[in-house]
C-alpha cells in the first residue's frame, strides 16, 4: 500500500510547549474540569442506516444474539447461567424464544463449553459460547490453543470450527480484583488460527458480534464489562455487520497517533481533548477493534503521518498487545518515527482492588504519555 | 416413679426409633425439598453405600467368544455375515503385518514415527457395529477403525510420509490421520482433547433430527484427564448421542494402571454421571460388537451417552520412541501373545465354521507384505506438498500478514535455495 511520503513537520516546538504548559498550571489544571470533557460513555451515532433504538451495550449484545438465533436455524447459545439470562443481563428472554434446546445451560466447566463447542461448529452448527468472565477462560486454553486454533490446517480445511464464537466480559470494573478485572487477548494473540475481537461499545458491539458469529473462523468476542450498563447509545435495531480485521480511525489528527480499544477508548478520549485544550496537540484516535489479525495498513499511514504514538490498553505492560503494535510500527516506519513509542499499560502486577484507580492506564497517565511524545 | 418415668423414655425411644423420628420430632423420610435432595431419603446407618476401598468390588467383562475361540452362549453370537467376519479377520491380520512393517521402516529412518496396535485389533468389531456415517473421534490406537471404513495401505503410507498426497498436505506427524469421506476425525496429539467435542458434535446430530451417533475412543490414560470429565458430564447433562469406547490397556506409556487409579477403572465412572456403563473383554470381537450396537441404539433411540470400558492388553511398545522392555514384563507380553490375542479367538471361530484357513492366511500375509512393500517405494519417491501450502489453512483465508510473511520467505529461499529441502517439495 502506498505509504506517505516523509512526515508532516511538527507544528509546536518545545519551547512553545512549555509556554502552554506553564500558563495552564498558572491558572490552574483547569484541564480535567473542562466542560468540553465529556462525563462518561461518549455515545456514537450509528454506524449504519436504519431505525436505532437506545441501547446498553448488554441490550446490544442481546440484540446481536437474538438476531443470529433468529436468521440462523443451526445457532445455539450456551454457557453457565445462560437459562435464565446470564450473570450479565445477555441472553434474557432468549431462551423463552428460541427454546431449550439452543439456548441452555452448561455444566460449570469451561473445557468442557470450549469443547463442547468446537465439537457443535464442527457438525456445522453455529456455537455461540459465553464464558462467564475472561478471568475463567484459562481452564479452556489447551481447547483453543491446541484444538481451535489448529482444527483446519490440521486437516487442511477438511474439517474446521470456524462456526465457533466465544464471548466473555473482560476488563476493569470498579471492584473486580485479581478474578473478575483479567485483559487476557495477549495470550489469545499470539494463537495463530483464531481471531480476537474487542468493541468499544454498544453499537460496535452489534455489529462486530454478528460478523465473528458469522465468519468462518473461531472468534473471541471480549466485552468490556465495565461498560455493559454505562455505555448507552443508539443502536440499529435490524441485522447489521462490522468488518473484522479493520481498525476504525474516531478522529483524525496530525500530530500524534493514539491507538487503543475496548474500554480505553475512553480515557484515551479525554487524554486527546485535553491535549487539544492543552498543548495544541492534534491526535489521531485509532480504535484497533480487530486484535488479531490486526489492520496494520491503517495504523502505518497514521504512524507515517504523525511520526508519534501512544498505545494504551487496560492489560499489562510484559507481553501486553501493545508489544506487537510496536514491533511492527518501529519494523514499518522508523524513519518516519520522531519520538518513542510511549505506551500506558497496568502495572505489572496481578490486578489489585484497592488500588485500581492507581493501577490502570487512566486518562491522566494516557495524557502524559501524549505530553512525553510531543516534547521529545 | 422412677421406674415409669424410665419405661416412659425407653418406650419412647423405640418409638422414635421405630418410626424414625429426630431428635425434633420430624419425620426423617420427608425432607425439605429443593431438586438436589429430591428422591434421597434419609438414613442413621452413616456408612450405609459407601465403598471403602478395601471392599472395592470389580464390574466383571462381558465375554462372548472365549480365549480360545469357544462361543460361550450361542444366542448370543452377533449377526454379522461371513463377509463381515471374514473382513474383521483380514484386517485384524493385516494390522498386525503394519505394524511390522512400518515399525522397521521407521526404525530404518523411512517414516518418523509409527504406533502398533499390537493386542487392540479387536476394536475394529466396534467399526462394524456402527454406521458409515457415524462420526469417529478417536486417540490414535485405533486406525483399523479407519481401515474397515476403506482407509488404504497407500493412503496410510502418504499420511506417514507427509507426500502431496497425504489429506492434509503433510502438516502432521505419522498416525495423525484423519478423512471426510470415511467419518473420522483427524488425530491430534493432546490426549482426551476430542472426548468433549464428541458430545457437542453429537448435540448437533440431535438438533438435525438425523439417526446417528458419534463414538469417541481413548485410552485409559486419556480417561484421568479433565476433558475425559467434562466430555461425559455434558454428555449426559445434555442428553448426546454419544458412545464413549475406553480401550484399557493396561498402560499409558510406562505407567500401569495402578498409578493411574484407584477406583474400579473407567467403567465405574458411569453411575456417578448417569451414564449407562458396559465392561466387555477387549479381545474379544463378539462382545466388543454386541456392546457397541447396544450402545448405538440408545444413544440413536434415546438420546443418551453409553460408556464401554474394553479390557485389552497393549503388546507392543507406546510407540517408536519408547521401549516397553523398560517397564513391562515380556513373559506376560508374550503369553499374552500366545494365549489372549484376538486375532487367535476369531481364527479359531472362523476356521471352525469353515470359513478360513491357513492357505488364505499365508497368502494374505504375502498380499499385505508385497503392498507395504511396494507402497513405502511409492510413497517416499513422492515429493512433499508444495511450499504455498505452508501458510493455507490457518484462517480460512490468507490474511494479509501471511502474505507478507510467505513472500520473505520466498525470497530468503530464492537467495538461498541450495540450503534448504527444496527439491523434496512440488514445484
Redesign the interface.
Known sequence: PDRPPGKTKMSLTSSRLVWRCLRSFSTGVKGWDSPNLPKGYVAEPSPVKGETKKMNLVEAIRSGLDIALQTDP?A?VFGEDVAFGGVFRCSVGLQAKYGK??V?N??L?E??I????????????T?VAEIQFADYIH?AF??VV??AA?Y?????????C?RLTVRAPYGAVGHGGLYHSQSVESFYAHI??I?VVIPRGPSQAKGLLLSAIR???PTFFFEPKALYRAAIEDVPVGDYTLPL?QAEILHEGSNVTVIGYGAQIQPLRQACIVAKEQLGVSCELIDLRTIV?WD??TIIKSVCKTGRVVIAHEDTFTGGFAGELIATIQAECFLNLEAPIQRVCSWDTPFPLVYEPFCVPSKYRCFEAIKKVVSF | MASVLVRAVRSCTRLCAAKNWTAHGRSLSSNPGGHSWSGIQYTTDMLAGSSPHKQQVFRPMYQVLDHTGKVLDAAQVPDLSNTQLVKMLELMITVGVMDQQLYKAQRMGLISFYMMSSGEEAVVASAAALAHDD?V?AQYREPIVLYWRGYTIDQVLDQSFGNWLD???G??MPV?F???DLHF??I?S?LS?Q??????????????GKKNCVICYFGDGAAQE??A???M??AS??GCPVIFFCRNNGYAISTPTHDQYAGDGIVSRGPGYGMESIRVDGNDVFAIYNATKHAREVAVNEHRPVLIESMSYRLGSHSTSDDQTGYQDMNIVEQWKREYHPVIRLRNYLVEKGLWDAEREKGLLAAVSDKLKKGLNRARDEPKPHLD?LF?????KL???LERQKREMMEHIKEYKDYYPLNQHES
Open positions: 443451526t445455539v434446546s439452543r441452555f452448561t455444566p466447566c473445557q468442557g470450549l469443547g463442547f463447542g468446537i465439537g457443535l461448529a464442527v457438525h456445522g452448527n456455537a481452564p489447551d481447547q491446541n484444538e489448529k483446519r490446517y490440521r486437516s487442511a480445511s477438511l474439517y474446521h470456524g495463530p488460527g481471531t465468519d468462518d473462523n480485521s489479525p496494520e495498513d | 462420526m473421534f489429506l492434509a498436505k502438516r502432521q495423525h484423519g478423512s471426510k476425525q483427524f491430534s493432546p482433547t472426548m468433549p467435542q464428541a458430545p457437542g458434535y453429537a448435540y448437533g446430530i440431535k438438533l438435525s479433565g476433558d470429565h467434562a466430555a458430564n455434558f447433562t445434555r501450502y493455507e489453512d490457518v484462517h480460512s490474511t494479509p500478514r
